[in-house]
C-alpha cells in the first residue's frame, strides 16, 4: 500500500464517528501490507505525468497524480474505483477493484 493511500485512509479515520476504533481498525489491516515509500523516481513520474496531462488540457487529482507516478514508476497495476480518472494516464495499468470490466494497460 502506498504512503500516499493511507494518508487518505488516515483522513477518512480522523473524521469518522468513531476515529480510536476505526484507527484500530485500520492499523490491523495496513499490518498486513508492505507501505511503499514516495520516492524521487515516483516524483519524477508524477511531474511527466502532471506535465502530460496539463499540456492536453486534462487533470486528476493532486493525490492521485502522485498516486499514479509511484505505481508507473514500480510497473504496479493501479486498483480503484475510479478508472476513469486514471486511464488519463499513460502507461500506467489500472483495474477496477469493482470488478466491472477488464483492466487495462493504456
Known amino acids: ?4 493511500t ?3 485512509l488516515l483522513v477518512g479515520v480522523a473524521k469518522s464517528q468513531n476515529p480510536v476504533l476505526r484507527h ?19 516524483a519524477a513520474h508524477a511531474a511527466d505525468i502532471r506535465a502530460s496531462l496539463e499540456r492536453s ?3 486528476i487529482g493532486p493525490l492521485d497524480t502522485l498516486l499514479a507516478g509511484q505505481a ?3 510497473g504496479l497495476t493501479v486498483v480503484t474505483a475510479n478508472v476513469r480518472e ?4 499513460e502507461g500506467l495499468l ?13
Not at 484500530?24 to 515516483?42: C, T, V, W
Not at 486514471?86 to 494516464?89: D, K, T
Not at 489500472?94 to 493504456?106: A, D, I, P
Open 1 to 4: 500500500m502506498s504512503t500516499i
Open 6 to 8: 493511507l494518508t487518505e
Open 24 to 42: 484500530e481498525e485500520l492499523m490491523r489491516f495496513r499490518a498486513r501490507l508492505d507501505l511503499l515509500d514516495f520516492d524521487e523516481q515516483a
Open 57 to 59: 488540457g486534462q487533470k
Open 72 to 74: 508507473r514508476s514500480l
Open 86 to 89: 486514471f486511464s488519463r494516464v
Open 94 to 106: 489500472v483495474e477496477n477493484w469493482l470488478g466491472h470490466g477488464q483492466g487495462f494497460h493504456e
